[in-house]
């Protein structure tokens, strides 16, 4: 059991009292959360918000609206969202085609499916791959697999959940193994660990120059014990 003896509910329970309980998220199904990484590139999460709600006010979030909108109304939300914009108007235009041939709507049907079948239909998708899918799957309740992104498996890795290999997938797949006996087999509770990782990664626990002062979980991290 890592970090120290108070295993990951007690290190969650820490980032919570110093970050504060995780935000609700805009993205409420498949097809949103797809949108919400394909609308901006590279930028941080306020500005991928505004250019979501943009997409949203301007054009719709079904895919029905998404393929009858102007090329200069895509553009001009693409624009919102970093650099590139050109590829992501495209982007959006294969989202949509892709999204009517799966069901329309926001993808709600594919909810229905089995977890095997849906992570098929949206590993299709611009930007999904298989932690992105599994991101759907769980935020939207259709699954209890946990997830992580970059910044949360990279403190993962580090609390000792995982080992760091060569290659991302490994990478993942090892922590996602080590993580899955610590945590209730619940979609809110592995949110909540998705949310707090990855919150923690951005804001203390970065690639470079962690702020290892301010974290409550050195006691526990094979990292700071490396050059702490």
Not at 159 to 175: D, F, I, K, Q
């Given at each position: 059991m890592s970090p120290g003896t108070r295993g990951l509910p007690g290190a969650l329970d820490a980032l919570e009292k110093l970050l504060g309980k995780p935000a609700k998220p805009l993205p409420q199904h498949p097809l949103d959360w797809i949108l919400w990484e394909n609308v901006a590139y590279l930028v941080d999460d306020e500005a991928r918000a505004h250019a979501y709600r943009a997409l949203e006010m301007e054009v719709g979030l079904a895919a029905e609206d998404l393929a009858k909108a102007g090329a200069k109304t895509l553009l001009e939300v693409a624009r919102l969202g970093g650099m590139h914009p050109e590829r992501r108007v495209d982007k959006l235009r294969e989202i949509a085609d892709l999204a009517i041939e799966a069901?329309?709507?926001?993808?709600?049907?594919?909810?229905?499916?089995?977890?095997?079948?849906?992570?098929?239909?949206?590993?299709?998708?611009?930007?999904?791959?298989?932690?992105?899918?599994d991101k759907i799957l769980l935020f939207c309740g259709a699954s209890t697999e946990m997830s992580l992104e970059s910044n949360g498996l990279r403190v993962a890795v580090r609390?000792?959940?995982?080992?760091?290999?060569?290659?991302?997938?490994?990478?993942?797949?090892?922590?996602?193994a080590a993580l899955d006996p610590e945590l209730e087999r619940k979609s809110a509770?592995?949110?909540r660990a998705y949310e707090l990782?990855?919150?923690?990664?951005?804001?203390?626990?970065?690639?470079?120059?962690?702020?290892?002062?301010?974290?409550p979980l050195t006691r526990g991290c094979r990292y700071f014990a490396r050059v702490g």
């Open positions: 069901g329309g709507g926001r993808l709600e049907k594919v909810l229905e499916l089995g977890v095997k079948d849906a992570r098929k239909i949206l590993k299709r998708f611009p930007g999904i791959g298989d932690p992105g899918a609390l000792g959940y995982g080992e760091e290999a060569t290659s991302y997938a490994t990478t993942y797949r090892s922590a996602i509770r592995r949110v990782l990855r919150a923690h990664g951005q804001a203390l626990c970065k690639r470079t120059a962690p702020d290892c002062d301010a974290c």
